[in-house]
Each structure stands twice: as C-alpha cells, then as structure tokens.
C-alpha cells in the first residue's frame, strides 16, 4: 500500500516491548527508501492508557474484542490468551482511573 501512495514516510504504532523483533527498533528508520516514524517505540502499555485517558481518547473497538494487534500487511486476529486478560486489564485501569466507566 506504501509504494501506491507514493509517500517518503509513514508513521507506525510499533513499540519494542511487543517482540523481541521489535526490541532493537528506533525513533526513525529507513524502510525500502522510506523514512518509518515509531513515535511510540519506547511507550509502556500503562504510557498508552495514560495518553489516552489524558486527552479523553478511545480504545479502538476491536480491542475489547481481543484484537490487540491492528495489522494492515499481515493478518489481524484474535488473541486467544488476551481474551482471558481483559478483563483483568480493564479492572485494572478502572481502578487507576484510566478508563471511563
């Protein structure tokens, strides 16, 4: 999709905590002679529901669905072992004041 658009750079929600493929990436990359922001390379997942509830943001809906991976090249699914954790993570922003009940 990147080649079509013929853009000089994109902006990717990628951070270095998701994988250990991830651990090494930085600010700013070159990619296939584009430029690749992370602007949120080194964000917690506690740093996200901050900004979030912060400037009054939503979760993107498939999140509650256990969709906790967008993908736009590889396949979005389902994670069978998220499903069980959020509604642990919910309870557990709720009760930082992190998410509006």
Known sequence: M?????????????????????????????????????????WSDRQIGCYLAEHDLPYHPLWEQAYVSIGDVHPTEKNRWAIKGLARAREAYETFGLVAN
């Open 2 to 42: 990147v080649p079509e658009l013929d853009c000089g750079t994109w902006i990717a929600g990628l951070r270095r905590d998701q994988s250990s493929t991830r651990a090494q990436i930085e600010t700013l990359s070159v990619h296939n002679g584009r430029y690749k922001l992370h602007p949120i390379f080194d």
